[in-house]
């Protein structure tokens, strides 16, 4: 009875094992390539589900380099720490954006005082960005600098900071020409993933550089965190 209950629970892990496999080489619609990256996450946690391009651009080139931002419609799953320079009148409606670090001279002298940033993006007003040198290194170095590039140095500092509450990312290449960024979380549902990669391509195609000839996107690709890549028709 044993012996015939282990082989029948053998068979069944074969029949999954078999359902979940893909051929690496092989390109699918983003509806099969999210369910195959579903299958083939193997963490304990919730894991993130990325996107990876390679792109034709010269990224030494400065008018091939890419950088923009896209608001993902069902955002990303991951909850972003934000910091809001600002002018005192700006204070109350960017704190009741969302922002969770909030000023002006105060929070720069704390920051270069400190060194510390425990925030993933920084925004803020242009009248305060002159006052931000003081800490530039600091956030320079840490990719936190805001720039009108990714839209966050602005006027509405309130907005900005709502949206990227709500699930805007930036994005831009690496120094080999690829770019990577994080779409939803496993658990999301198909359609919500489906979603934000169209809206992600889409925002990709938008920024392509006047001067890059012939074919701009050569490959896309979605995985879970350490899972395997699986190519993307596109």
């Known amino acids: 009875m044993t012996k015939k209950s282990t082989s029948a629970k053998a068979g069944k892990k074969k029949s999954i094992d078999k359902k979940v496999d893909f ?9 099969e390539a999210v369910e195959i990256s579903k299958k083939h996450s193997k963490t304990k946690f919730d894991a993130s ?6 792109l034709s651009i010269n990224p030494k080139k400065g008018e091939q380099q890419i950088r923009s931002t896209v608001s993902l419609p ?22 009741k954006a969302g922002a969770d670090f909030v000023g002006g001279e105060d929070l720069i002298n704390e920051i270069k005082k400190s060194e510390k940033t ?9 009248a305060i960005m002159k006052d931000l040198g003081k800490i530039a290194k600091i956030l320079g ?12 140095i602005t006027p509405d500092p309130a907005k900005a900071v709502e949206e990227l ?9 690496d120094d080999t020409g690829n770019l990577h960024s994080v779409i ?13 990669y169209n809206s992600f391509l ?12 012939g074919a701009y996107i050569n490959n896309v690709s979605i995985s879970s965190s350490m899972g395997p890549g699986v190519k993307v028709e596109i």
């Open 74 to 95: 069902h955002g990303t799953g991951k909850s972003i720490k934000v910091a809001a320079f600002v002018t005192p009148d700006k204070e109350k409606e960017v704190k």
């Open 118 to 126: 425990d925030f993933q993006v920084a925004v803020a007003e242009p």
């Open 202 to 213: 889409d925002a990709v195609k938008k920024v392509r550089p006047v001067s890059t000839k």
């Open 165 to 173: 509450k709500k699930g805007k990312v930036s994005f831009k290449n």
């Open 23 to 31: 051929d690496k080489s092989k390109k699918y619609s983003i509806e």
């Open 141 to 152: 170095t840490r990719g936190l600098m805001p720039s009108p590039k990714n839209e966050t």
């Open 184 to 196: 939803g979380k496993i658990s999301f549902d198909n359609e919500k993933l489906v979603e934000n």
């Open 49 to 54: 589900v990325e996107i990876h391009f390679n």
